[in-house]
């Protein structure tokens, strides 16, 4: 159950994270928004332009050719409701397989409220994770404006979840998440922390090509859907027998995959933020020398007055991040590696645009992970050449200067900036070989809608 008394947020949030009570969520964070528009995937055009495999088929990015989207059997440049459903239900019964529905809300007084709903306790953050980590679990959070957390994570039985393939319809416990890109309602309540929240999507969703990187010549890969990238938010939220109304703004997207992060990924940075009427996303994910020290990157700026898409860019040959040097911090809750400023950059053409997160100081999350390995999973680490395993997330100033068509914007406002990284700099080196390790023969992602073919996922 939720329970608990109201501890201050840092003390919360590192007692519990100690404790393996609360697990990183990547991808939530919160950021502003305002009016809703079509439901489109990122055109081709920003798609990357690096070598692919026989069949026309990309690895190591998200994929962008017509043979990609017929792999997963997608519509180009359009979102279709199934796409938030449930992908993994083919894989499930695999501890490798992974998935998460991920939502953050903002509210017009300070509160913050986090709502997962996933269906293992590691997030796929862990390698050779075992049948024990293989558990569905709701992680609903209520902050104060003055700091005070409530809430936690819920642990369920798989008796207790329930999912829809064909759209988002989530039941975990006594947690439940429902939507159609457009409008989700999230509801719940246990202990003495309760939810009732509708978001209400003010932009288009946004999926870089097929939302799905491919590692080589495999069928072991990743994917990502933001479903909401802005939205209005209006509800209840119940502390300790308690119901306040709730208005203000929020976010969801959702998360799979059918490998564990650490054999594949070097590192991410992730940034959400708002400067006056305009949101942004941006994401730096290099991935392991086995894949080509691949980067993956993502650079979205929408404007929520005039509800248009003025950047949805994934190429890297027109995204760039530049992250500050690493550096001990004075707080012993951040990694030794700390990155306090990443800079990202795009350029295609003429249209040019920049932003900045820079630290505040403030931690909002940080956990160590596997800090006391399995002897399988000890082994998998040594295999991998990582010696720590972090996910820090911190508040932020940021900055926008942006000029496409007839739009130019310079301006700053706040944010959250998020680090996930699979080995420090104090890690041995890493072997440069596909390194062992589980790689299920699961079925070739593909479309979960109404017509979808049998046994496919995504």
């Known amino acids: 159950m939720l329970e608990g008394p109201a501890p201050s947020r840092r003390a919360f949030l590192r007692d519990a994270a100690t404790a393996g009570l609360i697990v990183a969520v990547p991808g939530l964070m919160v950021a502003a928004c305002t009016p809703p528009t079509r439901t489109e995937a990122a055109p081709d055009s920003t798609g990357p332009g690096r070598p692919r495999a026989a069949g026309d088929l990309t690895s190591n990015a998200y994929g962008h050719s017509n043979a990609d989207h017929a792999r997963v059997n997608m519509r180009r440049d359009v979102v279709e409701a199934w796409e938030d459903g449930f992908r993994t239900a083919a894989g499930n019964g695999d501890p490798n397989v992974f998935e998460g529905w991920h939502s953050a809300f ?54 207790e979840f329930a999912a829809a393939k064909d759209r988002c319809d989530i039941r975990l416990g006594p947690f439940t998440c429902a939507g159609d890109l457009k409008t989700y309602r999230m509801k719940g309540r246990s202990g003495d922390v309760g939810v009732d929240l509708t978001l209400t999507g003010l932009v288009p969703p946004f999926r870089p090509g097929t939302g799905i990187v491919y590692l080589g010549d495999t069928e072991d890969h990743f994917g990502w859907l933001c479903a909401v990238p802005s939205g209005s938010a209006a509800g209840t939220v119940t502390v300790g027998g308690r119901k306040r109304p709730f208005t203000g703004r929020g976010y969801h997207d959702h998360t799979w995959g059918n490998r564990p992060f650490p054999y594949s990924v070097e590192h991410w940075r992730w940034a959400r933020g708002s400067v006056g009427q305009y949101s ?11 894949y080509d020290s691949a980067v993956v990157p993502v650079f979205l700026v929408d404007d929520t007055r005039s509800r248009r898409r003025l950047v949805g860019a994934f190429d890297p040959r027109t995204v760039t991040a530049t992250e500050s040097e690493p550096r001990p911090h004075p707080d012993d809750g951040y990694p030794k590696d700390y990155y306090g400023k990443v800079h990202w950059m795009y350029r295609d053409g003429d249209d040019r645009a920049d932003f900045t997160f820079t630290d505040t100081d403030h931690l909002i999350f940080a956990r160590q992970y596997v800090t006391d390995p399995a002897r399988a999973q000890k082994s998998a680490l040594d295999r991998l050449g990582i010696d720590e395993t972090w996910y820090t997330r911190y508040s932020t100033t940021n900055d926008l200067h942006l000029s496409v068509a007839s739009t130019r914007v310079s301006g700053t406002g706040t944010g959250a900036l998020e680090a996930a990284q699979f080995g420090l700099a104090t890690a041995p080196p890493k072997s440069g070989r596909t390194p062992t390790g589980p790689s299920p023969a699961t079925p070739t992602p593909g479309r979960q809608g109404p017509s979808a073919p049998a046994g496919r996922r995504g």
């Not at 809430?151 to 798989?158: D, E, F, Q, R, S």
């Not at 942004?280 to 086995?290: F, K, N, P």
Request: glycine share 14%.
């Open 106 to 159: 903002t509210g017009d007084d300070g509160t913050t409220v986090t709502f997962a709903l996933s269906t293992r306790l590691d997030d796929g953050f862990v390698p050779d994770p075992g049948e024990a980590g293989r558990r569905p679990k709701a992680t609903v959070t209520v902050t104060d404006p003055d700091g005070t957390t409530h809430g936690g994570v819920h642990t369920c039985a798989w008796n």
């Open 280 to 290: 942004v996303i941006g994401s730096d994910l290099r991935l392991r020398t086995e």
